[in-house]
């Protein structure tokens, strides 16, 4: 019964290639959300969908792309990965501003 | 551009103390400020949060103060226990937009 969840929690691969992460969240919720989180910890937002349409879009290369197909999925796709895309990825989803409820995480690691 | 910035990055307190933790941020629209809880490999989770016409907010061993004038807020964490030891990050959201501060690493002694 766990709320958010990302498939899958690791990732290796090499540079140059193409990765998908999915999330899925069962809350009910209609707002959700990428971020990344890089070897200082560092939180930052990527994208957010609401009601599967794209609300904020930070200044992410266009290599990533965000793909809702319905309201309590929002799944990313990664092109041509590069070195410094290894990170760890979280999805995350909300119902009230500011609340919201974050994934285990997906630890990628591009060698 | 910071816009919230956490201070300290790290933090050590014997068992039982009080851990504070600062967080001053420059945009005045925020409206609503969270803490959340991060242990290893885990995601953040939600901690406490307050609004900005609120000036302090208490649950449990955990208080939010909020210092609008000053555009600053810290955590206390009273009674720190081990189990409190994880990474904490303070918050502010505008229009369902979270900006993170850079997190501080607390650890209690025993």
């Known amino acids: 019964d766990t709320a958010v969840s990302q498939t899958p929690k690791y990732l290796v691969t090499q540079m140059g290639n193409d990765k998908s992460i999915k999330c899925e969240q069962n809350l009910g919720h209609d707002t959700m959300y990428w971020y990344k989180q890089d070897s200082k910890k560092f939180l930052k937002i990527m994208f957010s969908y609401n009601n599967k349409e794209l609300i904020i879009n930070e200044t992410v290369p266009n290599r990533f792309s965000p793909k809702s197909p319905d309201k309590a999925h929002l799944n990313l796709h990664i092109n041509s990965l590069e070195l410094g895309d290894s990170a760890v990825y979280f999805c995350?989803?909300?119902?009230?501003?500011?609340?919201?409820?974050f994934g285990p995480g997906t630890r990628l690691t591009v060698t | 551009q910071q816009q919230v910035k956490q201070s300290p990055q790290s933090l050590i307190v014997q068992k039982g103390g009080i851990s504070i933790i600062n967080c001053a941020y420059e945009n005045t629209a925020f409206d609503y400020f969270p803490w959340y809880q991060q242990f290893p490999g885990k995601g953040p989770a939600l901690l406490i949060a307050?609004?900005?016409?609120?000036s302090e907010k208490k649950e449990g061993r955990f208080t939010i103060s909020f210092n609008k004038s000053a555009k600053q807020f810290s955590l206390h964490i009273m009674d720190s226990q081990p189990g409190d030891s994880a990474t904490y990050f303070c918050?502010?959201?505008?229009?369902?937009?979270?900006?993170f501060g850079q997190g501080t690493r607390l650890t209690i002694n025993p």
């Open positions: 918050a502010a959201d505008k229009t369902q937009k979270l900006v």
């Open positions: 307050i609004r900005p016409d609120v």
């Open positions: 995350a989803s909300s119902l009230l501003p500011g609340e919201q409820y």
